[in-house]
């Protein structure tokens, strides 16, 4: 079946613009979790979804990023005013439930601020 | 906070050669430890190990746990091109049934 996707792959973002990075995760999967991978570094926790409940948004890294999954399918990641800082990858994972902790990866969206 | 650390950072070796990739963790109250293969795309899954001494295997690929000494390996045996990823640990710690702490990988190069 189909995997994670996000959208775009790729996104150019002059400094001071607003982004929105989208995720489809697998059919079915209850837990949603969203990365953030700067170059060189592992992947680091931003925020967990159970359904559309946000439950940890604890690696949020400023009040400039917000998350979303209304309908507890389809989540947004949002990043306002973007800093030159906030280029990285970010990678969105899903999982079928909270008893199994293997995360499915999507592609990643590559977004760079110039 | 949780700490994973990986070793090294990074590997050049010939094909056929066999490499083996180390990850240490200092974490509170460990549940267990994940292996990802990260080329330049999503992270794919290799192995989760939750007991110690228990060897996973897939074909060239195997890794094993040492819950005393704080540390996992993963050995790729007969290495191919193919096999040129970087390598990611990760480990997920009590306190959440979610959060899994990452290193920073290993990059292998395997050249022909």
């Known amino acids: 079946g189909a995997g994670v996707s996000q959208s775009p792959r790729y996104k150019v973002a002059k400094r001071g613009q607003d982004v929105a990075l989208r995720c489809d995760p697998i059919s079915g999967h209850v837990s949603l979790f969203w990365y953030q991978q700067a170059l060189g570094q592992g992947p680091e926790f931003l925020t967990y979804f159970q359904n559309e409940a946000q439950l940890d948004k604890s690696g949020l890294p400023s009040d400039r990023f917000f998350a979303e999954r209304p309908e507890g399918s389809v989540s947004t990641l949002k990043i306002q005013r973007t800093q030159q800082e906030d280029s990285a990858v970010y990678l969105c994972a899903s999982r079928p439930g909270q008893g199994t902790y293997e995360q499915y990866f999507g592609p990643g969206t590559r977004l760079t601020v110039t | 906070e949780d700490k994973v650390v990986q070793s090294p950072l990074s590997l050049v070796v010939h094909e056929g050669d066999t490499v083996t990739l180390n990850c240490s963790y200092e974490v509170t109250n460990f549940r267990s430890l994940l292996w990802y293969k990260q080329e330049k795309k999503a992270p794919t899954f290799l192995f989760m190990l939750t007991s110690s001494g228990i060897e996973k295997k897939s074909g060239r690929l195997s890794s094993i746990l040492d819950k005393k000494e704080l540390f996992s390996i993963l050995n790729i045996t007969a290495t191919q091109t193919g096999d040129s990823a970087i390598y990611l640990c990760?480990?997920?710690?009590?306190?959440?049934?979610?959060?899994?702490?990452f290193g920073k990988g290993t990059l292998l190069t395997v050249n022909p």
């Open positions: 990760a480990v997920k710690s009590g306190g959440s049934n979610y959060k899994l702490t």
